[in-house]
Structures are given as structure tokens and as C-alpha cells.
């Protein structure tokens, strides 16, 4: 076995939608801290499926924003627009074990089936889908494509688990419902993309916030589903604003540009972020 393929492998994906702030410097930091004291390897990935949102000037954005901190990857950079036949394939294996079924409706037409004010919801607060297409022929053009979680967790045995900190954490997927694997704008989905992604590229340890924490547990059971290794998953605080809200692009939380203008420096940075 080579050197290079017993080392540990870490990265950072950011969605190239926006600027980045300190919440995203700090997972990059602490992917890049990891990767060089366990001498592994670091890589970036530009998380770009959705053509809607993702600008080339973003993603220009966030070279220069890393270079800055002194981040330094590999080349080349995966971007996600260019590896749809993966996803795809993917997602045909499975819809061969017929675990993938077309759903047309929208959130309003969800909410209209889930009116009831104790009705179930997913892990993140979001109305659970009531499977109102599951089982019904439905043609597949201008639909998402939903996961089956009945038959795909019967697959699995019903649960899966994943390392956190050397401790195993049960994941129950069920309690996301039908999930959607394929949006039918851009054929696709983060939850898939990721976990082929993690895979193909070979990374062995994912540091990310824990607003993702939730989204493991779909991810542990795609890569249950597919035979796909199993990362090793760390999911680190959040950095608040001074409302005590996460920063997020949404809100125009200040960018790494602005705290560079301003006269910060990296130093300053993991500084601010008790790094």
C-alpha cells in the first residue's frame, strides 16, 4: 500500500452562493489544522450543483479568502457541476432497488396535507412530507425524486451509526421521512453529491458545523444503501452572531473580505475564533 493512500483525508466544501465569514473560516481552519497534524491530506471541494445560486465571482471569492488565512490545497479543486454523471449513477442504484419513487409537490401542497398543529416534522423543524405520492404512479418528468425510507431502513436493518469523536452515534434516519434525493432542477441533491463525492475523493475524516449534524443520519444511510466507506464525522459549535444566531449568508453576516479591509489579519481571525 502507498504512503499517500494510509493518509488521513480531510476537506472543506463551501457552496460557492455567497461570501464567506467567520463561521465558514473556522471549519476550514480546523480541517486544515487536522489535516497537517495528522500529516494527511486537505482538498477543497466547491459544492456548486445549484446553478441558481453559485457564481463564478463567489467561488473566485473564496480562493482568495482561503490563500489569505494561509490555506493551501490541493489541486485540482472539484467543482460538483462538473460530475453529474456521478450523482446520477448513483441515484440509479438506487432506483434499482426500488427505493426512489417521483413526487410533484410543492411546500405549500405539504403544508395543505399537514395542517394539524402537532403534525410530525423532520430533525431541522421542517413538516415532515405525509408520502403523499409514495406508492402512486406519477410521471418522473418536471418531479423530485423522493427516497423510500421505509424500504431503504428495512435495508439497513433500521438504524446506522457513525463515529463522533471515537463515540458511536446511532443514527436513525426514519426520522427525516422521504427525503429529497433529486430536485428536479438540477437532477440532484447535496445529500447525494456529498457522500459520492466524500467517497470518490477518499476522505476519511469530515469536520463540519453542527447545523449539519442532523444530515449526517441521511448520509450514513446513503452510504449504507450504496457500499460507500464511512467517514469519520466531527461537528463542531457554531459561531454566533451577537443575537446569538449562527452566521449565514442569508443575513449578509460580514464576510472574511470586509474583516480583511477593516485591517484584520489571519492572525486576528483565529484569534476571534479561539484558534
Known amino acids: 500500500m502507498r504512503e499517500d493512500e494510509t493518509r488521513k483525508v480531510f476537506r472543506f466544501a463551501p457552496s460557492p452562493n455567497g461570501y464567506l465569514h467567520l463561521g465558514h473560516a473556522f471549519s476550514a481552519l480546523l480541517d486544515f489544522d487536522a489535516a497537517r497534524r495528522e500529516g494527511g491530506r486537505f482538498l ?88 403523499t ?49 433529486a430536485r428536479k432542477d438540477i437532477g440532484t441533491s447535496y445529500h447525494i453529491a456529498v457522500v459520492v463525492d466524500d467517497a470518490l475523493q477518499g476522505v476519511t475524516d469530515v469536520v463540519r458545523g453542527r447545523d449539519l449534524y442532523e444530515a449526517t443520519r441521511i448520509h450514513r444511510l446513503l452510504q449504507e444503501l450504496l457500499g460507500l466507506p464511512a467517514p469519520a464525522y466531527r461537528h463542531h459549535a457554531l459561531v454566533l452572531d451577537e443575537d446569538g444566531r449562527k452566521l449565514a449568508k442569508s443575513r449578509l453576516s460580514k464576510p472574511l473580505w470586509e474583516l480583511r479591509a477593516e485591517g484584520a489579519t489571519p492572525t486576528d481571525v483565529r484569534a476571534m475564533l479561539g484558534l
Not at 473566485?60 to 490563500?67: K, M, N, S, V
Not at 463515540?167 to 426520522?175: G, R, T
Open 133 to 181: 405520492c409514495r406508492g402512486k404512479r406519477r410521471d418522473r418528468a418536471g418531479a423530485n425524486l423522493r427516497l423510500d425510507m421505509a424500504k431503504a431502513a428495512a435495508l439497513v436493518g433500521g438504524e446506522v451509526f457513525w463515529d463522533e469523536h471515537g463515540k458511536e452515534i446511532v443514527a436513525s434516519p426514519a426520522e427525516w421521512g422521504d427525503v429529497v434525493l
Open 44 to 131: 477543497l471541494r466547491m459544492e456548486d450543483i445549484d446553478k441558481g445560486r453559485a457564481r463564478s465571482e463567489f467561488e473566485a471569492a473564496i480562493y482568495e479568502d482561503l490563500a489569505w488565512l494561509g490555506l493551501v490545497w490541493e489541486e485540482p479543486v472539484r467543482r460538483q457541476s462538473e460530475h453529474l454523471d456521478d450523482y446520477a449513477a448513483a441515484l440509479a442504484e438506487l432506483d434499482a432497488l426500488g427505493l426512489l419513487y417521483p413526487c410533484a409537490c410543492s411546500r405549500a401542497d405539504i403544508a395543505r396535507a399537514t395542517s394539524a398543529a402537532d403534525a410530525p416534522r423532520d430533525p431541522e423543524g421542517a413538516l415532515l412530507y405525509p408520502g
